[in-house]
């Protein structure tokens, strides 16, 4: 399909995922919830498919594309991997960790999934009605989340409509996603060492724990979703640690600063970062000129939170 399409806005019912599934077996794309942000889907197999991902997102054909599969013998067939990703699979599967590693000769994928290098990043989602679709299908799918390029990254069904809207067959609305910042991605290299190519609900801390090593420098290379220095742009300037807003500001609050919208007046990094994308496309619908953010710590779920509020300003 190509120009103007309906896009479907279906129920997240049997009947709803029982068309989600026929629209991405002929190759049509529909945009998936899952626990972290909604996904725009698209067979990976079919290379056709996952340029019409690029095409109705206005994507930069060198960032690649996150796999997403049901279960680890599905990702054996796509990578190679060693004990150490074995074992953070086996820890955070299924669930918001992407791993990234080098590519089977005989994967059998659309060669723009991986945006031209050797490496794949996999998943493994954690949200009911993705892991639905998935066992529906039976393919792999490729997923980047459901939006525009550069603009904010999607967590209802409406943030879908409000960039790709005639733009993709179907949305699948499961309401609000319950994480709201996109999976954490980490990098296993050949030689066993690791490293976090973006920050996300799995921390550093955990990743370690489990790998019994500290991270390497992931270098500047984009090997991954997420790496480019503007990403998840709201449209208009923002600013950041901002304790008072200015004349044309919407500021969005969190703890002490309650602003005119806040992640969350008590302080708590998860509840801010489940409504960080919603706080962005609230202040970017407002009628103030400019945005301003108040301070978030820099620890914890915190890295993440900045990690995406840095891009969104730049």
């Known amino acids: 399909m190509t120009g103007k399409r309906a896009t479907e806005r279906l129920d997240a019912d049997d009947a709803g995922i029982a068309r989600a599934v026929e629209i991405l077996r002929r190759g049509g794309l529909a945009a998936i919830p899952t626990e972290?942000?909604?996904?725009?889907?698209?067979?990976?197999?079919?290379?056709?498919a996952v340029a019409a991902i690029y095409a109705a997102k206005g994507r930069p054909s060198f960032n690649p594309l996150i796999v997403h599969v049901p279960d680890m013998a599905a990702a054996e067939a796509l990578a190679e991997w060693d004990e150490r990703a074995r074992s953070?699979?086996?820890?955070?599967?299924?669930?918001?960790?992407?791993i990234v590693l080098p590519l089977c000769a005989d994967a059998g994928l659309a060669p723009a999934v991986t945006g031209?290098?050797?490496?794949?990043?996999?998943?493994?989602?954690a949200h009911p009605v993705m892991r639905d679709v998935l066992a529906g299908l039976g393919t792999p799918l490729a997923a980047p989340s459901a939006n525009r390029s550069e603009t904010v990254s999607p967590t209802q069904a409406g943030h879908v409509l409000a960039t790709l809207d005639g733009r993709i067959d179907a949305v699948l609305d499961a309401g609000p996603c319950e994480r709201g910042l996109e999976s954490t991605i980490v990098a296993v290299?050949?030689?066993?060492?690791?490293?976090?190519?973006?920050?996300?609900?799995?921390?550093v801390g955990q990743l370690a724990a489990v790998t019994g090593t500290a991270p390497e420098d992931a270098g500047g290379t984009i090997r991954a979703p997420g790496q480019l220095a503007r990403h998840y742009a709201p449209g208009k300037p923002v600013r950041l640690e901002a304790q008072t807003?200015?004349?044309d500001e919407f500021l969005i609050g969190f703890g002490e600063v309650l602003g005119d919208w806040s992640l969350s007046p008590g302080g708590d990094l998860a509840e801010a970062a489940a409504r960080l994308y919603a706080g962005l496309h609230r202040a970017a619908q407002s009628g103030q000129a400019r945005i301003a953010v108040a301070p978030i710590p820099h620890e914890g779920l915190g890295t993440a939170i900045n990690d995406r509020l840095k891009r969104a300003a730049a």
């Open 36 to 48: 972290t942000v909604y996904g725009l889907a698209a067979r990976a197999d079919d290379a056709d």
């Open 245 to 247: 807003a200015r004349a």
């Open 189 to 203: 290299e050949r030689d066993g060492g690791w490293s976090v190519l973006r920050p996300g609900p799995i921390a």
């Open 116 to 125: 031209g290098l050797d490496t794949i990043a996999l998943r493994c989602p």
């Open 88 to 98: 953070l699979a086996a820890a955070f599967w299924p669930g918001p960790l992407t």
